[in-house]
C-alpha cells in the first residue's frame, strides 16, 4: 500500500502535461516558452538518463542559440554562438545520418553571417547526400519521405537568401554551391537558373543563356527560364529571339505574368 501511495504521489507532483513526453518534447515546450531555469534543468536530466539521445545535442544547440539571438553583448554574443555550433557539430559526428542537425547549423551560420562555413557545411550535406540518398533521418529519428527533394529545396533557398542580400561578393559562393548540386543532379533546374542569375548580374550574357538553354531542355514550359531568357537576349541586341521568348511566358504563364510579358513586349517593339 506503500509504494502505491508512493507511486500516485509522484505522478501527483508531475504536470499533467509531461506524463508520457519525451525530453525532446518537453524541451521543445520550455524553450518555446523561454523558461531558461527549465530548459537547464531538463537537460541536466536528459543528459544523465539518456546521454546517447541523438535529440540531446539538437536540444543544447538550440539552447545556446536561443541564448545567442536574445544576448546583446558582441562577446558573450559570440560564446554563445560557439557553444551552440559545437554541440550541433558533436551531434552531426555522432549522428551523420541525421539531416536536421546540418540543416540547423546552416540557417545559423546565416544567421551569423560566416558565409564561408555556410557554405562548407552545405556541400559537406551534398556529399554525404551523395552516400545516404534517401536514408535521411529526421528529429527523433522519424524516416524522411523523399529526403533528396527534401534536400534539395533547403539548399536552394539558401541559395536564394544569400542572392536575397545583395551583395556580390556573395556570388562566389552561390556559384560553388550551385555547381556542386548539379555534379550529382545535372538537370536540377534550380541550380541551372541560380547560375543564369550571377552570370546575367554581371553581364556575363553568354554564359547565363548557356545555363538558361539547358534548363529549357529540362522543362520548355518554365516561365521563369523563358523569362530570363528573353532578358538575356534582349540584352544582346536579339530583338527578335526576347520577343518571341516572352510570347512563350504569354502561352505558359499565369495572367500576372502574362501581363508583365505583353508590357517587356511592347517595351522591346518600341526600339
Do not use: C
Not at 504536470?15 to 515546450?29: V, W
Not at 539558401?158 to 562566389?172: G, I, K, M, T
Amino acid at each position: 500500500m506503500i509504494g502505491k501511495l508512493a507511486i500516485l504521489y509522484l505522478f501527483a507532483i508531475l504536470p499533467l502535461s509531461a506524463i508520457g513526453q519525451t525530453y525532446s518534447q518537453r524541451f521543445d515546450e520550455a524553450l518555446n516558452q523561454r523558461d531558461t531555469s527549465r530548459q537547464k534543468q531538463l537537460l541536466q536530466e536528459w543528459r544523465a538518463n539518456k546521454p546517447k539521445d541523438a535529440d540531446l545535442p539538437v536540444a543544447y544547440f538550440n539552447f545556446f542559440k536561443q541564448r545567442y539571438e536574445a544576448e546583446s553583448d558582441p562577446m558573450v554574443k559570440n560564446e554563445f554562438l560557439s557553444k551552440a555550433l559545437s554541440h550541433i557539430d558533436a551531434g552531426i559526428a555522432g549522428f551523420p545520418n541525421r539531416l536536421d542537425m546540418p540543416l540547423l547549423k546552416i540557417a545559423l551560420l546565416g544567421e551569423a553571417g560566416r558565409y564561408e562555413t555556410y557554405t562548407q557545411t552545405i556541400l559537406a550535406v551534398l556529399d554525404r547526400n551523395d552516400v545516404v540518398t534517401d536514408g535521411w533521418l529526421w528529429k527523433r529519428d522519424a524516416s524522411l519521405v523523399d529526403a533528396t527533394d527534401f534536400l534539395l529545396q533547403y539548399v536552394d533557398n539558401f541559395v536564394v537568401q544569400l542572392y536575397n542580400l545583395q551583395d556580390e561578393s556573395l556570388h562566389p559562393y552561390m556559384d560553388r554551391i550551385s555547381t556542386r548540386v548539379l555534379r550529382s543532379y545535372p538537370t536540377h533546374i534550380p541550380s541551372l537558373s541560380n547560375l543564369a542569375i550571377t552570370a546575367l548580374y554581371h553581364k556575363d550574357y553568354e554564359k547565363g543563356i548557356g545555363y538558361l538553354e539547358k534548363s529549357l531542355s529540362v522543362d520548355s514550359t518554365n516561365t521563369s527560364v523563358l523569362s530570363n531568357l528573353a532578358y538575356a537576349y534582349g540584352q544582346v541586341g536579339q530583338t527578335e529571339t526576347a520577343i518571341a521568348y516572352y510570347q512563350k511566358v504569354i502561352k505558359y504563364g499565369d495572367a500576372q505574368t502574362q501581363d508583365y510579358a505583353k508590357k517587356q513586349i511592347e517595351k522591346l517593339a518600341g526600339k
